[in-house]
């Protein structure tokens, strides 16, 4: 199947080729839900929970109104901050820390390496009771630093492994070479190695943001009025008896739409770094 | 200079200690205070929009915070239990008192009730309905100020009644098994509550009221004082299991099992079930036809008490406002919380709709809210309040540990294959074995 | 010291692959790994251990000054607890069948999408976005699609008169359900690294087996699928570790239900410690679920990741 297409072929416009014709097939069928979410955003209440469903009925931005008129705004402002400092605070201890399983030995690398592997395999839910006690004795409930340690735990492993992938690509003899030339390990690795790992950088970057974007439980646990995230609060359109579809999807969309945009803007970047990482595994 | 500087700084201690006078008898400026309580519910977001107000009248600031059902009720317990300062006023419904009280994490408030300082003689106390008070109090104790009194009602659609001949509805639980398969048709169900076992209990609870005896205030329909469990002794038990796993097969809408109070809502609102037993609180939601199909052809009714259970037979679970025992402002928060229970603030959230069943007897019988209520709802309600069960969870601190086997016997009369006989037995064999590893029997609590 | 001098003290010797450097630069791999050890350890180590002691006590949140060590007796109550099995064999069905599925899907839809045609990569963007969905919205989502009377799933099965059946009330069918909601971001999620194993199997071998006769099935057979079998282990060990921990998609699609159909491990660790407060016995579920996760990665290891 993977046979190289002669070049004439190549020059035809995409969707002759079979293959491309099936995967937009089966992008229709993924599209389903967001065309669910889209319409429901623009829903009356009544309409939004009919039954049978309607596909197309009176549209309304109401629903707009309803989450800009309540405290999803600030959850929004709250998402970007803990994913911004999310992003940076594990970039900076998990690159390093990828580049050192790269290179070489150094002492704690088995309890390291043992570590972030039992992390990664151990659900939250197992040990959030004992985090929040032990957070709240040292004041970190409801605050950002606290959740961005917390989100750390799950990010780390997977922010280290994929840089150790990165770095392993990079070949030494480049850095041996500056070292040759009198620059000291720390000078070769961020003027030689890091620039050479940048895709691999950025592309994990992204996927960490995205992940923080997402974050779920430990949010629901740990975070506090002035530190709830959006996707938290996107559940708040579920009340104590009913459920306003209406306003959920519109939140919904407020989370889909930047994601969208920045997948857009990322795409190459993104695939050649999440393939690069999965071939070293 | 330094004679001057010093005659200067002399004027600044003396200015500030007059400022700081001053300011001391303001009282609260400049206080914050943080209630949390749940979001996308109408009496709640009503609450919301009074807090301006609040802030004008006393000068303390508050993070009104609403959150999901989910958030609220799992978090509130460790947040108590955490001695967390950063919470401290909150709703949440007073079958958790057993809880909250066991881990000492809100404050009794008969002081501040009883300190004319804080509390005016307008604010009435004595007005709180007797019946709904109880449930917020422990040992004689009171530790919520109860804000609703929902109580279990049926909702019912008068124009599927007309159309299958009904002209009233029933009066036990016969003829409501009787009436649910009249009026299961291709177009609705005949009758729904709620069916997962996340939420279920609830509203087994106003069920079984008909097949089960009221002991006492303090253990309702679980225990007799002796700590034997009333829900499994037979032959009650099979009475209502059987009629439960009826009602529930064979009228209601398909997927019962895991219904949530929601999915009930949802179709009484589009018109595809004819009758549900739930919480009063949601007739608002019923009643606009902005959410709701049925707006127009929606009545209710307390189905009468029965001879197993003459007096008590009809669930009140109020809603309490609580102090946490940790909280920095415990003062200011007794404002805040008198402010929400408040005459004037019942009246006003009635006359808007939000809040149909007040605390408060002269809110209920104030002529302006009865003529804001709902034609059968006024009778419904009378009813309701004078057989109240108050019980929903035995006011004991295991209260919340015995819910497993409840919650999941209930959940297998409609989905297991096992006869109700060994549903019910095992259901008691959970709950005793729960008690058992508490040390009971135990001397038997004051009310 | 300048930096020529720093050199001419530098002595550059491979042994092994190790490298041996000069007193400042010895230290250098160390401080940047030991902020993550450092890091990891103070967040996490306090609360797995108290976690590993709570599985030993009858602690509960509401009578939490009245507790006391009770030995294995909590793990006594597992073995005795009648959801038990269901609950283990739930989690199993899970990891199984959604692993298995969405692999085999994802690897057809990767062999696509390594055709090499103009706006390939815009097609394999847009592939991604489930994944970069959050997954609360997901799961509400998917709940509204699936509702049997006002879900769309059972809408447009009307339309083609095909059954509708009962999805989130037949306790046969809440398991599938959920499967299938997981399919959704599974299956890119495992085409997307498949298909950097598939770039990756160089051409000429390729070309080599076709000149040689062999026909596409025998090319996948032996030459395409044992090249990606490294990253076929990662990808299914990464996605069968997002299973054992799947929540929001579970709690919010069918609680569990009905009755316990549904309920997963993790799912009832939440219930146990979060909503019923018995934190002492939660923990020792957390225990046994840390046991079968590491069986699970074990056999995983033994089946696909060891290279010959």
């Given at each position: 199947m993977n046979r190289t297409v002669p070049d004439r072929l190549r020059?035809?416009?995409?969707?002759?080729?079979w293959r491309v014709a099936l995967l937009v097939m089966g992008l229709v069928v993924i599209a389903v839900p967001y065309v669910w979410i889209t319409l429901t955003a623009f829903k009356h209440r009544v309409d939004a929970a009919a039954v049978p469903p309607v596909l197309v009925s009176p549209v309304t931005i109401e629903n707009f109104r309803t989450i800009f008129d309540g405290p999803y705004l600030g959850s929004l402002v709250n998402t970007a901050i803990i994913t911004f400092t999310t992003t940076i605070a594990t970039l900076a201890i998990g690159v390093p820390a990828g580049y050192a399983f790269a290179r070489g030995k150094f002492p704690g690398k088995m309890l390291l390496a043992g570590w972030l592997l039992f992390s990664r395999m151990m659900p939250p839910v197992i040990f959030i009771v004992p985090l929040f006690l032990y957070f709240q004795r040292l004041g970190l409930i409801n605050t950002f630093t606290g959740l961005t340690l917390a989100y750390m735990t799950g990010l780390l492993p997977f922010t280290v492994w994929m840089m150790a992938a990165y770095f392993a690509d990079v070949p030494e003899e480049l850095e041996e070479a500056a070292r040759v030339d009198g620059a000291t390990r720390m000078q070769s690795f961020t003027k030689v190695a890091l620039p050479l790992a940048l895709p691999g950088v950025s592309t994990v970057g992204l996927l960490i943001a995205i992940a923080s974007l997402g974050e779920y439980f430990i949010p629901f646990i740990l975070a506090g009025i002035d530190t709830t995230p959006a996707s938290v609060g996107?559940?708040?359109?579920?009340?104590s008896n009913t459920i306003n579809w209406g306003a959920m999807a519109a939140a919904s969309l407020t989370l889909i739409v930047p994601v969208f945009v920045l997948t857009l803007v990322a795409q190459k970047g993104m695939i050649r770094g999440l393939t690069a990482g999965a071939i070293k595994g | 200079m330094k004679w001057q500087r010093e005659k200067f700084l002399v004027l600044l201690i003396a200015l500030a200690l007059l400022a700081a006078a001053c300011s001391t008898d303001d009282g609260y400026e400049g206080v914050e205070l943080t209630l949390m309580t749940y979001a996308s519910t109408t009496e709640f977001d009503y609450y919301a929009t009074l807090m301006d107000d609040f802030t004008r009248e006393t000068g303390i600031k508050v993070n009104y915070v609403q959150q999901p059902v989910a958030a609220q009720d799992q978090k509130i317990p460790l947040l108590l239990a955490a001695k967390?300062?950063?919470?401290?006023v909150f709703f949440t419904g007073s079958e958790n008192i057993g809880s909250y009280v066991g881990v000492s994490g809100?404050?009794?408030?008969d002081s501040f009730i009883s300190d004319s300082n804080l509390t005016?003689?307008?604010?009435?106390?004595?007005?709180?309905?007797p019946a709904i008070l109880n449930a917020c109090q422990n040992g004689g104790v009171t530790y919520c100020i109860p804000s609703h009194a929902g109580g279990g009602l049926l909702y019912y659609n008068t124009r599927m009644f007309e159309e299958a001949g009904i002209t009233a509805p029933p009066k036990n639980p016969d003829e409501l098994l009787d009436y649910a398969k009249r009026l299961t048709t291709d177009e609705h169900a005949g009758f729904c509550v709620r069916g997962d076992n996340t939420q279920n209990l609830y509203t087994a609870f106003q069920l079984w009221q008909w097949f089960?005896?009221?002991?006492?205030?303090?253990?309702g329909t679980y225990f007799d004082k002796d700590w034997n469990f009333i829900i499994g002794q037979q032959p009650n038990a099979n009475e209502f299991g059987s009629w439960y796993r009826e009602i529930l097969q064979k009228t209601?809408?398909?997927?019962?099992?895991?219904?949530?109070v929601t999915n009930c809502l949802e179709d009484f609102q589009q018109g595809r079930v004819a009758m549900w037993h739930d919480d009063s609180g949601m007739i608002p939601e019923v009643l606009d036809p902005e959410k709701s199909r049925v707006s127009e052809e929606t009545a209710f009714w307390s189905l009468p008490c029965q001879a197993v259970n003459?007096?008590?037979?009809?669930l009140v679970q109020p809603f309490g406002t609580w102090i946490n025992a940790?909280?920095?402002?415990p003062e200011a928060a007794w404002l805040l919380v008198q402010f929400l229970t408040s005459k004037e603030t019942q009246i006003a959230a009635a006359i808007d709709g939000?809040?149909?069943?007040?605390?408060?007897v002269s809110v209920v019988n104030n002529p302006e809210v009865v003529a804001s209520l709902p034609a059968t709802f006024t009778e419904a309600l009378d009813h309701i309040l004078a057989h109240p069960d108050a019980a929903l969870l035995p006011f004991i601190p295991e209260g919340v540990a015995i819910l497993p086997p409840m919650l999941n016997g209930l959940s297998e009369l409609i989905?297991?294959?096992?006869s109700v006989d060994e549903v019910m037995a095992r259901m008691t064999a959970g709950v005793e074995e729960i008690m058992k590893a508490a040390g009971y029997p135990k001397p038997f609590p004051e009310g | 010291m300048s930096l020529p001098q720093l050199g001419r003290h530098l002595a550059l010797a491979r042994r092994g692959g190790q490298t041996v450097l000069i007193w400042s630069d010895r230290h250098f791999l160390k401080f940047a790994a030991w902020p993550s050890l450092v890091i990891m350890i103070a967040i996490t180590a306090i609360p797995f251990a108290l976690t590993l002691a709570l599985a030993f006590t009858n602690y509960d949140l509401v009578r939490y000054d009245d507790w006391r060590f009770i030995d294995f007796e909590n793990f006594r109550i597992i073995g005795r607890t009648r959801q038990t099995t269901t609950i283990i064999l739930n989690t199993v069905y899970l990891v199984v069948a959604a692993a298995t599925l969405e692999a085999a899907f994802g690897l057809a839809l990767a062999m696509l999408m390594a055709?090499?045609?103009?706006s390939i990569g815009l097609i394999r963007s847009l592939y991604l976005l489930p994944i970069m969905t959050s997954p609360i919205v997901v799961a509400m989502t998917w709940r509204a699609m699936f509702?049997?009377?006002?879900?769309w799933i059972n809408y447009f099965l009307g339309v083609a008169h095909l059954p509708q059946p009962l999805w989130l009330g037949n306790p046969l069918l809440a398991m599938p359900a959920v499967i299938i909601s997981d399919m959704w971001t599974g299956v890119p999620f495992m085409a997307i690294l498949l298909l950097a194993g598939l770039l990756g199997v160089p051409e000429h071998i390729k070309e080599a087996a076709a000149i040689d006769g062999a026909g596409p099935l025998q090319i996948f057979r032996y030459i395409i699928l044992p090249w990606i079998r490294p990253v076929m282990f990662v990808a299914v060990l990464l996605k069968s570790l997002d299973l054992f921990r799947k929540f929001e998609g579970i709690a919010v699609l069918?609680?569990?239900?009905?009755?316990?159909?549904?309920?997963?491990l993790n799912l009832h660790v939440y219930n146990t410690g979060l909503?019923?407060?018995?934190l002492g016995l939660a923990a020792a579920w957390g225990v046994v679920m840390m046991g079968v996760i590491g069986t699970s990665a074990l056999v995983l290891y033994f089946a696909l990741g060891r290279t010959r």
């Open positions: 020059r035809l416009p995409a969707l002759f080729d996107v559940v708040n359109y579920v009340g | 967390d300062p950063s919470l401290d809100v404050l009794p408030l005016p003689e307008s604010w009435d106390f004595a007005d709180l309905a089960y005896p009221y002991d006492n205030d303090v253990t209601a809408p398909a997927g019962i099992a895991t219904y949530l003459p007096d008590n037979c009809t940790a909280s920095e402002n939000s809040l149909l069943t007040p605390s408060r989905t297991s294959g096992d | 055709a090499k045609v103009r509702n049997n009377n006002a879900g069918t609680s569990g239900g009905p009755g316990f159909a549904s309920t997963t909503r019923y407060h018995q």
